[in-house]
Each structure stands twice: as structure tokens, then as C-alpha cells.
């Protein structure tokens, strides 16, 4: 009887040593400087060429890309 009580009481030390353990806190990281920077506007396009035209999406492109980047790099 005395080892069955032994054993009970050393389950209940075990649980609840277990479960006083705590955690630090989450601290949020800080975010570089060129991350909360808003995307660069949409460049206007002034002629009617078709050549303009595709470089400007071509450009268009380019800068949504490195600033779908930048949103993605936040939202890991």
C-alpha cells in the first residue's frame, strides 16, 4: 500500500512540475524600412505607340513584381 501511494504521489509531482513551465512571451519582430514603404505609382502613358506602349507594360510589370515581392516577404 505504502508503494502504491509512493507512486501516486510521485505522478502527481510529475504533472504538475509539467505544468507550471512557462513560456516566454511572442515579441514581433521589427520589419526593415523598405518593407512598409508604399508601391511606386503606375507611370502614365502619353502616345499612342505601340512600341511605347509594351515597354511601358513591360516596365509595368517589372515594378509590381518587386513590389509583390516586398508583400510577400511580410506575409512569412
Known amino acids: 500500500m505504502l508503494k502504491l501511494k509512493s507512486l501516486c504521489l510521485l505522478i502527481v509531482v510529475l504533472i504538475l512540475s509539467?505544468?507550471?513551465?512557462?513560456t516566454k512571451g511572442y515579441v514581433r519582430p521589427t520589419l526593415p524600412a523598405n518593407l512598409s514603404?508604399?508601391?511606386p505609382p503606375i507611370p502614365e502613358l502619353d502616345t499612342d505607340s505601340w512600341?511605347?506602349?509594351g515597354k511601358a507594360h513591360i516596365e509595368l510589370a517589372i515594378l509590381y513584381g518587386e513590389c509583390a515581392a516586398k508583400h510577400r516577404v511580410l506575409m512569412r
Open 18 to 22: 509539467g505544468c507550471s513551465t512557462s
Open 37 to 39: 514603404e508604399p508601391c
Open 51 to 53: 512600341d511605347e506602349l
